[in-house]
């Protein structure tokens, strides 16, 4: 993976997310992606966009109270992204300790990271995906960045002990779940390419200032 590689938006609106810095996904929109610009043309865009948010928010809730142990409600309309939670759950128990939902801040971006697990030798970055399929090696690669920011925050604005950093990806199907790892080597670079997205970001803001 390159920066070279993804074509970049030459013309941004100045976002002020929070304290006037962007978000990681804002950044990442910069990059072109011509699916998602032939689903905007679709006449249900808006209606598939609300479908997607509503799962990703219940099914991120659902998550986060099966990980502590919660009782939780089951929607019928989820009931098969559930059973693959609860699967995960199973193959991947808890360690040792969790951090939900986790707001970080640096001088120039911003986020909340899904989870943060630390165990006795090693910290695990997670992020939850919800789909009704796969992603795309050009979404898989937006994801990576998205990791590689993680990382960024993380290692910036966390009292981090030297304890060896690892990411998962998860993506959950109705039918399946995904889970992608990447090592410390591999955060790194993820971080490195997404940074110069992000230079390039303040680059073009300052142009139009």
């Known amino acids: 993976m390159h920066i070279d590689d993804f074509e970049l938006k030459t013309s941004v609106d100045w976002i002020k997310n929070y304290d006037g810095k962007p978000s990681v996904t804002w950044i990442l929109s910069l990059i072109v992606d011509p699916t998602f610009d032939m689903l905007k043309s679709n006449p249900?865009?808006?209606r598939i966009m609300k479908a997607a948010a509503d799962r990703w928010t219940y099914v991120?809730?659902?998550?986060?109270?099966?990980?502590?142990?919660?009782l939780t409600y089951i929607d019928d309309q989820y009931k098969d992204f559930i059973k693959q939670v609860i699967l995960y759950k199973n193959i991947y128990p808890t360690q040792w300790k969790l951090y939900l939902e986790k707001f970080f801040s640096t001088n120039?971006?911003?986020w909340t990271i899904d989870c943060?697990?630390?165990t006795k030798t090693f910290t695990i970055i997670r992020d939850w995906k919800t789909a009704k399929q796969l992603p795309s090696w050009l979404m898989?690669?937006?994801?990576?960045?998205?990791?590689?920011a993680y990382y960024y925050l993380y290692i910036n604005s966390w009292n981090v002990s030297h304890q060896m950093i690892q990411a998962e990806l998860v993506v959950f199907t109705e039918d399946k779940f995904r889970v992608f790892k990447y090592n410390e080597i591999e955060l790194a670079k993820f971080a490195d390419i997404?940074?110069?997205?992000?230079?390039?970001?303040y680059s073009i803001i300052k142009?139009?200032?």
């Open 44 to 46: 249900d865009f808006e």
């Open 60 to 70: 991120h809730n659902y998550i986060e109270n099966t990980l502590q142990n919660k």
């Open 108 to 110: 120039d971006l911003w």
């Open 116 to 118: 943060i697990e630390e």
């Open 140 to 148: 898989l690669d937006k994801y990576k960045l998205q990791l590689g």
């Open 194 to 201: 997404y940074l110069k997205i992000l230079d390039t970001y």
């Open 207 to 209: 142009e139009q200032w």
